[in-house]
């Protein structure tokens, strides 16, 4: 079997959490770990890695001293444009968490150049390979719902001071580019915008620090998007919650209508219509495990990835349209 050569950049929460996935995976060969800690380098790579010495401090090491067909990337946000920009460039295919970067203008320059360079980008929006998820989007792509109406999506998470000060990025507006609405609500936002398969034209939002008054960025988000088909979307997203609840996504239209919660024991509940149950592609017991199969196929097969960077700039466009709005306070265009 012909495995894909995987170095991996950032070893913090979500990187460990593919990891473990990604250890169930035959078709990767995990070559190395970089990381600025040189002690969270080492831990992953005695965890997770093939030898306890393949880790390194600086990823461009990692890449000139093992052989590498892609790397996944998680690391904080400011630090995507420069990193993804260099491997592009080496010709090195990249499986890179959301968002892709935090100014639009950088995102078209890398879709570009991953064109040019024949180079593969993919953007982890893992919800795309939770099944729940995928059917309804399936369900409202395949005119099982009919004409598409209106959607709406809840993020309602719960965040302490230690989010904040345990990765003060977190914090910054310059490094994080945004706070509840792009980290943690994109992905629900993501889901609708695949859903309907239109253009988003134009969006309008309010954004407040209701809980951490302290911090640059947002933990409370409202924001409202227009859609070339006439559908609307109103997304709610929030760190500011008492209890973790379950993130909730709706789709209306003219036939009937479908009712997503989830992550954890996702499902979709249909009314008025007869879904099939459609599976996203990818194997693996997780929506994280699902996506990098998932990539290792595009990479190794050229089968579809459901995010190439591409598909990643209209969520990019729609929270950044979202919070210009929050400021003007009028609706801006996408």
Same mark, same amino acid.
């Given at each position: 079997?012909?495995?894909?050569?995987?170095?991996?950049?950032?070893?913090?929460?979500?990187?460990?959490?593919?990891?473990?996935?990604?250890?169930?995976d035959?078709?990767?060969? @995990?070559?190395?770990?970089?990381?600025? #800690?040189?002690?969270?380098?080492?831990?992953?790579?005695?965890?997770?890695? #093939?030898?306890?010495?393949?880790?390194? *401090?600086?990823?461009?090491?990692?890449i000139?001293?093992?052989?590498?067909?892609?790397?996944?990337?998680?690391?904080?946000?400011?630090l995507?444009?420069?990193?993804?920009?260099?491997? @592009?460039?080496?010709?090195?295919?990249?499986?890179?968490?959301?968002?892709?970067?935090?100014?639009?203008?950088?995102?078209?320059?890398?879709?570009?150049?991953?064109?040019?360079h024949?180079?593969? *980008?993919?953007?982890?929006?893992?919800?795309?390979?939770?099944?729940?998820?995928?059917?309804?989007?399936?369900?409202?792509?395949?005119?099982?719902?009919?004409?598409?109406?209106?959607?709406i999506?809840?993020?309602?998470?719960?965040?302490?001071?230690?989010?904040?000060? &345990?990765?003060?990025w977190?914090?910054?507006?310059?490094?994080?580019?945004g706070?509840?609405?792009?980290?943690?609500?994109?992905?629900?936002?993501?889901i609708?915008?695949?859903?309907?398969?239109?253009?988003?034209?134009?969006?309008?939002?309010?954004?407040?620090?209701?809980?951490?008054?302290?911090?640059?960025?947002?933990?409370?988000?409202?924001?409202?998007?227009?859609?070339s088909?006439?559908? @609307?979307?109103?997304?709610?997203?929030?760190?500011?919650?008492?209890?973790e609840?379950?993130?909730?996504?709706?789709?209306?239209?003219?036939k009937?209508?479908?009712?997503?919660?989830?992550?954890?024991?996702?499902?979709?509940?249909?009314?008025?219509?007869?879904?099939?149950?459609?599976?996203?592609s990818?194997?693996?017991?997780?929506p994280?495990?699902?996506?990098? #199969?998932?990539?290792?196929?595009?990479?190794?097969?050229?089968?579809?990835?459901?995010?190439?960077?591409?598909?990643s700039?209209?969520?990019?466009?729609?929270?950044?349209?979202?919070?210009?709005?929050s400021?003007?306070? &009028?609706a801006?265009?996408?």
């Amino acid at each position: 079997m012909k495995k894909l050569r995987l170095g991996v950049i950032g070893c913090g929460d979500i990187a460990k959490y593919m990891m473990m996935l990604s250890k169930l995976d035959r078709s990767l060969d @995990i070559v190395g770990f970089a990381d600025s #800690n040189k002690d969270r380098a080492e831990k992953f790579a005695i965890s997770y890695g #093939n030898d306890a010495r393949d880790y390194y *401090v600086d990823y461009r090491d990692m890449i000139s001293q093992k052989a590498v067909d892609a790397v996944y990337i998680a690391v904080p946000h400011f630090l995507h444009y420069p990193i993804v920009k260099d491997l @592009i460039q080496k010709g090195i295919h990249i499986l890179c968490e959301k968002p892709i970067v935090t100014e639009l203008d950088h995102a078209m320059e890398l879709a570009e150049l991953a064109v040019n360079h024949q180079v593969k *980008v993919g953007v982890n929006y893992q919800y795309r390979y939770d099944k729940a998820c995928y059917r309804l989007v399936k369900a409202a792509q395949n005119e099982h719902l009919g004409k598409l109406y209106y959607g709406i999506c809840n993020v309602p998470w719960s965040r302490e001071a230690s989010y904040f000060e &345990k990765s003060k990025w977190h914090a910054d507006q310059k490094q994080s580019g945004g706070g509840t609405l792009l980290t943690q609500g994109s992905h629900a936002l993501d889901i609708l915008l695949w859903a309907f398969g239109s253009k988003a034209t134009r969006a309008m939002g309010i954004v407040r620090n209701a809980k951490f008054e302290t911090v640059e960025v947002e933990d409370t988000a409202l924001g409202i998007v227009e859609m070339s088909c006439g559908g @609307i979307i109103q997304i709610t997203s929030s760190m500011a919650v008492a209890k973790e609840q379950p993130v909730s996504i709706t789709l209306h239209g003219s036939k009937g209508s479908a009712h997503y919660m989830g992550p954890t024991l996702s499902r979709t509940k249909f009314t008025s219509v007869r879904v099939p149950r459609y599976k996203p592609s990818g194997s693996g017991i997780h929506p994280l495990g699902r996506s990098m #199969n998932a990539f290792v196929n595009w990479v190794l097969h050229d089968t579809p990835y459901y995010c190439p960077i591409s598909e990643s700039i209209p969520v990019l466009a729609s929270v950044l349209a979202v919070y210009r709005s929050s400021v003007s306070g &009028k609706a801006e265009e996408i």
